[in-house]
C-alpha cells in the first residue's frame, strides 16, 4: 500500500487532488491545517494536509507531495492520550469528522466504535449512534433534581428564560411543584421576567438581593428551589457573599449556562472565573443562532463536565430538551461542515 500527503488550500481541494493522483478508491486517512510548504510555512501561512493511501503501485508523484510505504494490515495508531487502534477506514472516518472542528481524540474514538461495515458508507444513523456512545460519560440528564438548582454565567445567555423552560415542562407533565428565587439585584428586568413567568406558572416566587435575604429564602423554600443569579464573576463583592450562602448549603447543583456561539477562548475564560462555585453541568443555549457549536462542546469536553440542557430557541417552553447523548449528537451533527460531509 502507497501513502501520499498532498497539501492544498482547502480540505475541498485536497480531496479533489487525492482523487485525481490516487483515484476514486483512494483511502482518506486524515486531514491536518498545518504550516504551508517552504517560505510561506515561514510566513504564517497554513494550508490543509491530507494523508490518503492507494493500492495501487504507480501513482504517480507531484511536486508537493510525499509517498512512503506502510504495511499491509492497514492499522495506524493514533490519540495517544487514549491509544485508540484504528483500522485504515476508521482512520478515514477520523479524518473526516475532524475536518468538521471536533477534537482528532474524540474523532479517532467515535471512529473507533465504527464497524467496517458502517465505515465503508457512513450513514446518519451509525454515527449518531458512535457519537451518542462515546458521549455517555458526559450526560448529565438525570430526572431527579437537587434541593437546590442554581444557574450561572455571563449576562445574556438565557439564565432566566432556562429556569421558566425547566419549571414549565415540569409544570406541563404533572412534575414536582419547583420554587423559583431570582438572586439578581443587579438587573430588576431579570427580576420582573421571572417573577411574570412564576406568576403565569403559579409557582411560588422569592426575591434575594443580598445574602441575608437569599438565606431566608431558601429557609422559606419547601420546594426544589431555582436559583437565577446575576450574570457577573463570583469574584465580584455582593455576589461572592450570595455565592457563600449557596456554597454552605447541602444538595447544590450548579449549572453554567454558556451560549452555543461562546468560541472556545473564552469558553476556557468563563470555565475559569466560574471554577470557585464549583459548577458540575453546562447548559448550551441559543444554538439556533450558532454556526457552530463545536469549538465550545470541544473544551466542555477537554474539562469533563457533564451537559444537562440544550436550548435551540426563545420559545417557553418548547425550546428545551434534556442534554442526552442521542440530542447532543445529533445537536453536534446539525453543524454546516458535518452536513456538508456526511450527506
Known sequence: MHVKRLYRPTVREALAAARETLGSTALVLSTELVPAPGWRGWMGQRVVRLTAATDRPDAPDGTSEQTALVSDDRTIEVSADRHVALTG???????RLAATGLSRAFSDAVAARLTTAECRAVGDKALRRAIGEELAALRGDDNDFARYEVFVGPP??????????????????GGRPLGLVAADAFRAGAIEQLRSYATVMGLPFRVARTADELDQALDASRQTAFIDTAGRSPADGAIADLFDVIGKRRNVRTHLVLAADTSA?????????????????????????ADSVIPLFNVIRERGLALSYLANGQRVPEDLERATPANLAAALLRESGAEATWH
Not at 445574556?156 to 407533565?173: L, N
Open 89 to 95: 477506514l476508521q482512520a478515514g472516518v477520523a479524518a
Open 156 to 173: 445574556g445567555v438565557g439564565k432566566t428564560t432556562t429556569i421558566a423552560k425547566i419549571a414549565a415542562q415540569e409544570r406541563a407533565s
Open 265 to 289: 477562548a473564552t469558553a476556557a475564560r468563563i470555565l475559569d472565573r466560574y471554577a470557585d462555585v464549583k459548577p458540575s453541568r453546562v447548559v448550551i443555549t441559543k444554538i439556533d443562532e
